[in-house]
C-alpha cells in the first residue's frame, strides 16, 4: 500500500494555498499538523477526489486516482470537516445509507453498523434520531460511518473536534486497533492526540510541507531553543509582545513564563525539554516573533 503525492499545487483563483506538496505513505498513522488556513482540508479534499488540485497527483499503488476515481474510492474512507447528516434518520439508518452509497452487501452492512456503532459507544443509541443526539455523538458517528467500507485508506479532517477527554480516548483506542496495515492520516488542533496517535508527523505550514518525521525527530529539532525564565510584573507586558510563550504562570517570584527563543530571553533563563507543543508555537509563531 502507498499512497503518494506528487507536487500537489492548488491555487483559489490568484491565490496559491498548496505549494508543491509532495510525500508518500506506506501504512501507518499521520498526523496533519498545521495552524487554521494552513491548507489541510484543501490537501484532504484534494487526496479524496472532493475537489480538483491545480498541479500535481495523487497516486494509489501507482495508479492515478483520478482516472478511476472508483476503484479508489472503495477503499477510501473519508470524514470531512463539514461532515453533514440527515438529522431525521436514526444513526443505524445513516450507517445503512452511507453502506449502500459505497455498493455494500445489505446483510453485512447491517452486521458492520452493529459493531461500528458499538466502537464508537454508540449502539445504545443507534435507533434515535441523529437530531438528539450531542455534538460528541455526532462526531463518533462520522467516525464510524468513514470506516464502514473498512477502508484502506482512512482520512479524518479534525476527528476529535467536540469530543471530551474521554471520548478523545476512547477514538485513539479504535484508531490503534483499526490501523494496522493501513493509512490514516488525521489532522487535529489538539497536539496530544497527534502525540499519542501519530507514528509520524506532517506539518504544513501556510500550503507547504515544512517537515516530517517521529515527534521525537521533531521534537528534537529546537532543543536549546525552549527557556523557562521568572518575570517581574512591570517586565510581563513586554516579554510577551516580542517572545513566543508556550506557558505562563504566577509564582510567589513572578511570572513564570516558558519562552521559545533561538537566544536566551533573559540572563537567569534556564533550557528545557521541549515538547510537541513548543515545537507546534515554534512553527505556527506569528510573523512579529520570527
Ligand atoms: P485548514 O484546513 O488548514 O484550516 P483550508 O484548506 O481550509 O486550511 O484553507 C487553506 C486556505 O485556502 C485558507 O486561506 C482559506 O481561506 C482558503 N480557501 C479554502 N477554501 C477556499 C475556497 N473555496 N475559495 C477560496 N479560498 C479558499
Redesign the pocket.
Same mark, same amino acid.
Not at 36 to 43: A, I, P
Given at each position: 500500500m502507498l499512497l503518494e503525492l506528487n507536487h500537489i499545487t492548488k491555487k483559489?483563483d490568484n *491565490?496559491t494555498?498548496l505549494h508543491d506538496v509532495s510525500f508518500a505513505l506506506k501504512p501507518g498513522v499521520y498526523g496533519l499538523l +498545521?495552524s487554521? +488556513?494552513? +491548507?489541510? *482540508? *484543501?490537501?484532504f479534499r484534494i487526496i479524496c477526489g472532493v475537489m480538483k488540485q491545480s498541479a500535481g497527483s495523487v497516486k494509489y499503488n501507482h495508479d492515478d486516482v483520478q482516472l478511476n476515481p472508483d476503484a479508489f474510492r472503495s477503499v477510501l474512507g473519508y470524514l470531512p470537516q463539514d461532515f453533514s447528516y440527515y438529522p431525521d434518520f436514526t444513526g443505524m439508518k445513516f450507517m445503512l445509507y452511507i453502506a449502500a452509497l459505497k455498493g455494500m452487501n445489505k446483510n453485512y452492512a447491517k452486521h458492520r453498523s452493529l459493531e461500528l456503532l458499538k466502537l464508537v459507544g454508540l449502539e445504545d443509541v443507534a435507533k434515535k434520531k441523529i437530531k438528539k443526539y450531542s455534538g460528541g455523538m455526532k462526531q463518533r458517528l462520522g467516525i464510524a460511518q468513514a470506516m464502514i467500507n473498512d477502508p484502506e485508506v482512512l482520512i479524518l479532517d479534525e476527528p476529535t473536534v467536540g469530543l471530551d477527554p474521554k471520548e478523545r480516548v476512547r477514538f485513539r483506542n479504535l484508531i490503534s486497533s483499526f490501523s494496522e496495515n493501513k493509512i490514516v492520516i488525521l489532522s487535529t488542533h489538539i497536539v496530544s492526540d497527534i502525540e499519542y496517535i501519530a507514528d509520524e508527523i506532517l506539518v504544513l505550514n501556510q500550503g507547504k510541507l515544512e517537515n516530517r518525521g517521529v515527534s521525537s525527530e521533531l521534537v528534537s529539532t529546537i532543543h536549546g531553543d525552549v527557556w523557562e525564565c521568572v518575570v517581574e510584573a512591570s517586565k510581563l507586558k513586554e516579554m510577551v509582545a516580542n517572545y513566543v510563550i508556550s506557558n505562563q504562570k504566577h509564582s510567589e517570584k513572578g511570572t513564570v513564563l516558558r519562552i521559545i527563543s533561538k537566544e536566551k530571553p533573559t540572563r537567569d533563563a534556564l533550557q528545557v525539554q521541549p515538547t510537541l507543543e513548543d515545537l507546534y508555537l515554534y512553527y505556527f509563531r506569528e510573523d512579529s516573533k520570527k
Open positions: 483559489y *491565490t494555498v +498545521g487554521n +488556513g494552513s +491548507g489541510k *482540508t *484543501t490537501l
